[in-house]
Every structure is written in structure tokens, then in C-alpha cells.
């Protein structure tokens, strides 16, 4: 019976041993060393377009200027083109970027145009001439105690770039 106790007491220690010393690491998210991850919108692809419907494919990319690995677990998004909004969403994919490092990946989008229809046909009339867009959201980082960084970007696509010959 003395043994039993002796046993669970010292299982116990270990185990809160380890997490605390775990938790070290998580550390760094926390504190003053940790800088927010830049988001890009770098791509927008269209997949399908429809009268009442349209299938995009809008192109992340995420830097990481930390000197530690940044699991990121998802991202919050609103994307303008023109003042009209493309998308809105989240992405619940999970990676980890490396550190100095960024990872790109894809999020599938379905929205309805058809109310700026005319609005985009215009803008695309002059293919030349820059679009503005926005990108607004949040960055979900760390797997247990991570935070969320809100982000903000404003830039200019080009559409003569992305459409063919």
C-alpha cells in the first residue's frame, strides 16, 4: 500500500514536472521577443464562374520574423476588390511555418457576385490599370495558448496580369 502512494506521488511530480517545463516553449508567443506574422493575399485564382455563382482560390502567404517555429491553426478573412467584397471566411487549416521562414497555401471561395457585377466588368474593362484591394483578419498562432493577430494589408492587383492572351 506504502509503495502504491509512493508510486502515484512520484507519476504525479513527473507529470507536472513536464508540463511545466513544456510550457517553456509557449513561452515565447507570450512575451516581448514574439512579432506578428505578415499574411499577403498573393494570388486569386477563379476555378468557376457562373451567372449566380463564382469558385475562387485566394493564395496566402505567411512570414514568420520570429527565431522560433509558429504553429498557426487558422485564419479570419474579409477580402475587397474595389470596395466590393470578394470573400469572407475561415480557414481552419494548421501548419507550422518555420522560423525566418513562410508557408503558402490555398482557401477554396464561393461567393455571388452577381449584385457588382457590373462594378467588376468595369474595372476589368481597362486591364492595365490597378484594382485596389483589402485584406482584413486574424491570424489564429500556437496550438495551446496561442493569440490572435489581427492583421490589415491594402495593395493593388493588376488584372492584364492574370488574365490570358
Given at each position: 500500500?506504502?509503495?502504491?502512494?509512493?508510486?502515484?506521488?512520484?507519476?504525479?511530480?513527473?507529470?507536472?514536472?513536464?508540463?511545466?517545463?513544456?510550457?517553456?516553449?509557449?513561452?515565447?508567443?507570450?512575451?516581448?521577443?514574439?512579432?506578428?506574422?505578415?499574411?499577403?493575399?498573393?494570388?486569386?485564382?477563379?476555378?468557376?464562374?457562373?451567372?449566380?455563382?463564382?469558385?475562387?482560390?485566394?493564395?496566402?502567404?505567411?512570414?514568420?520574423?520570429?527565431?522560433?517555429?509558429?504553429?498557426?491553426?487558422?485564419?479570419?478573412?474579409?477580402?475587397?476588390?474595389?470596395?466590393?467584397?470578394?470573400?469572407?471566411?475561415?480557414?481552419?487549416?494548421?501548419?507550422?511555418v518555420p522560423a525566418y521562414g513562410h508557408h503558402s497555401f490555398n482557401?477554396?471561395?464561393?461567393?455571388?457576385?452577381?449584385?457588382?457585377?457590373?462594378?467588376?466588368?468595369?474595372?476589368?474593362?481597362?486591364?492595365?490599370?490597378?484594382?485596389?484591394?483589402?485584406?482584413?483578419?486574424?491570424?489564429?498562432?500556437?496550438?495551446?495558448?496561442?493569440?490572435?493577430?489581427?492583421?490589415?494589408?491594402?495593395?493593388?492587383?493588376?488584372?492584364?496580369?492574370?488574365?490570358?492572351?
Amino acid at each position: 500500500m506504502f509503495y502504491q502512494a509512493q508510486t502515484i506521488r512520484i507519476l504525479s511530480l513527473l507529470m507536472f514536472s513536464g508540463l511545466v517545463f513544456g510550457l517553456g516553449g509557449c513561452s515565447s508567443w507570450t512575451s516581448d521577443d514574439f512579432k506578428d506574422p505578415e499574411v499577403r493575399l498573393v494570388k486569386v485564382d477563379v476555378v468557376k464562374a457562373k451567372l449566380l455563382e463564382q469558385h475562387f482560390t485566394l493564395r496566402f502567404r505567411i512570414d514568420n520574423p520570429n527565431s522560433f517555429s509558429l504553429p498557426i491553426r487558422g485564419l479570419d478573412y474579409v477580402v475587397h476588390l474595389n470596395q466590393v467584397k470578394l470573400a469572407e471566411g475561415e480557414s481552419s487549416t494548421s501548419f507550422t511555418v518555420p522560423a525566418y521562414g513562410h508557408h503558402s497555401f490555398n482557401v477554396p471561395v464561393r461567393t455571388n457576385l452577381w449584385r457588382h457585377l457590373r462594378q467588376i466588368v468595369k474595372a476589368l474593362d481597362k486591364p492595365d490599370e490597378p484594382i485596389p484591394y483589402r485584406l482584413q483578419g486574424a491570424v489564429k498562432t500556437g496550438w495551446l495558448f496561442g493569440r490572435s493577430v489581427h492583421m490589415s494589408r491594402n495593395g493593388e492587383i493588376i488584372p492584364g496580369d492574370y488574365i490570358p492572351e
